[in-house]
């Protein structure tokens, strides 16, 4: 067998992975002629590459190690769980110890009468089931038509053909013959690229309304729920006019529509609040959750589901729906572990009055560039347009998202980890980054950002 290292040379680690490894969400053209990026230990906020330099991760991997890096305790709570009941499943009249007490847990943490988690070992997954659970749902309510569920344009919900259905990206779309029936799509609240001539409140109503026009048009007896993030993450950290969630909150109670909260990444501390529903002041049916669950060191998802719901599934026979791994033994114990940190760390207090006001304050600076609109926070999420023309809101001329693919690579070249969606730049970083970490972030941000300008004068 090969032994392959830490150790190995980074040319030798890159041709391996390039003949085995067949990656998500990459070009496989730009792979090659780029190489990839090795990674092979973090601690706190930062990351070390096969190279050994250091890399200042504010994408919190993938918007989920919200308690940063090298946190032992949760390798050691796995390890004596592996030892005790690695794994047992809970299809079948079973159940066991962790997930009993993760269930518990996140009941406690929950929005008031939420007191039922169903769990699997993603977020796709998790949003795959409440297709399934919603719908289940009205039939067993005497409702069998309501089936549709609306989402948004440019929404993320995940990579399965469900999670990807009910995502708005048109690219994944477009490969695979998605989305599957019964997924309807209307526009986001995204004032800054989308508002025109009308003021932020007058928009975010707007946007809100299409979802009651929406239901007009199918009918209140076809809609079985809307579907969305309180803070669309992947879709470039948009942060919602305040006149938005409240005229949602009021169209799913008028018409009867469950609201799915999708929590996998505002929960677990991001806005400062368990759950960004508290933070937006909504009431959701179902909370998607993930990542920050386990602050990612483990895989787990899923649906924290209102008991009213929760209660009519049970009343009627079996759900016939389960993953091997719903309620992972390992993983429910390291989350749960993590849930302790974030407790008793007060890493909530630490979100609420040191980090997210530090960033929102260094953050704005980025706001001084030539080249930066649209500068947003909200938590310990931030985002920035990059544009030619920040009065006139202005989009490039180039294609969309080269200027900030340009800019993502000169972060790397900076010692940032920052992502690009399309041409706005956002961050996400670990939740317990301290203020001189934030510092260090935004200006190295500035940098890459100034950089991009410089080459394209
Ligand atoms: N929902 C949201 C809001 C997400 O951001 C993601 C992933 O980024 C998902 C669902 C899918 O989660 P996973 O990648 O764990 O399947």
């Known amino acids: 067998m090969l032994q392959i290292t830490n150790h190995m040379p980074t040319e030798d680690l890159r041709a391996l992975d390039a003949a085995h490894h067949l990656h998500p969400f990459t070009h496989g053209a730009e792979l090659k002629e780029k190489g990839v990026r090795i990674i092979t230990r973090a601690r706190g906020v930062y990351l070390t ?40 499943n809970t299809f079948f009249q079973t159940t066991h110890v962790p997930v009993i007490a993760l269930a518990a847990r996140l009941a406690e943490i929950a929005p008031e009468g939420m007191d039922h988690a169903f ?22 309510m005497g409702k069998p038509d309501k089936q549709v569920i609306v989402s948004r344009k440019n929404a993320y919900h995940g990579s399965t053909m469900g999670g990807a259905s009910l995502g708005g990206m048109q690219p994944m779309h477009a ?16 004032w800054w690229g989308e508002g025109g001539d009308m003021d932020p409140a007058e928009f975010g109503l707007a946007r809100a309304r299409q979802l009651e026009q929406t239901i007009e048009e199918l009918g209140e007896d076809k809609v079985a729920a809307f579907i969305a993030e ?9 942060i919602p006019p305040e006149t938005y969630w409240p005229e949602i909150q009021r169209i799913c109670d008028e018409h009867e529509i469950l609201l799915i909260a999708d929590e996998v990444i505002c929960g677990f501390g991001r806005t400062g609040e368990w759950f960004g529903s508290q933070a937006m002041n909504i009431r959701p ?15 787990v998802g899923g649906s924290i589901v209102r008991d009213t719901v929760a209660e009519v599934l049970n009343a009627h026979g079996e759900f016939f729906h389960g993953y091997t791994y719903s309620g992972h033994p390992v993983a429910a114990a390291v989350a749960l572990e993590n849930l302790r940190i974030i407790e008793e760390e007060e890493v909530l207090r630490h979100v609420r009055e040191v980090a997210a006001p530090h960033l929102a304050r260094a953050w704005a600076r980025l706001g001084e560039h030539p080249m930066v609109g649209d500068v947003q926070s909200f938590g310990m999420l931030a985002g920035v347009a990059l544009t030619p023309d920040k009065e006139r809101r202005a989009a490039f001329a180039s294609p969309k998202g080269t200027v900030g693919q340009r800019c993502r690579e000169r972060c790397f070249a900076n010692g940032v980890v920052m992502r690009h969606v399309g041409d706005r730049m956002i961050v996400c970083p670990p939740l317990v980054i301290t203020p001189e970490e934030i510092d260090t972030m935004v200006d190295r941000a500035w940098r890459a950002i100034d950089e991009t300008f410089e080459q394209l004068r």
């Open 285 to 299: 049916d179902i909370m998607t959750i993930a990542k920050g669950v386990t602050s990612g060191y483990q895989p």
């Open 119 to 140: 769990f699997a070992s993603s977020g796709s997954e998790a949003n795959d089931t409440n297709i399934r659970l919603v719908r289940h749902y009205w039939a067993a």
């Open 49 to 88: 590459d096969s190279d050994g330099n250091e890399i200042l991760d504010a994408m919190s991997g993938l918007w989920c190690v919200n308690i940063g890096y090298g946190r032992t305790e949760l390798a050691e709570v796995a390890a004596r769980q592996m030892r005790e009941l690695p794994y047992y």
């Open 175 to 190: 490969q695979g013959g998605l989305p599957i029936p019964g997924i309807v799509h209307i526009d986001q609240p995204y």
């Open 230 to 238: 309180p803070i669309q993450g992947a879709g470039g950290v948009i």
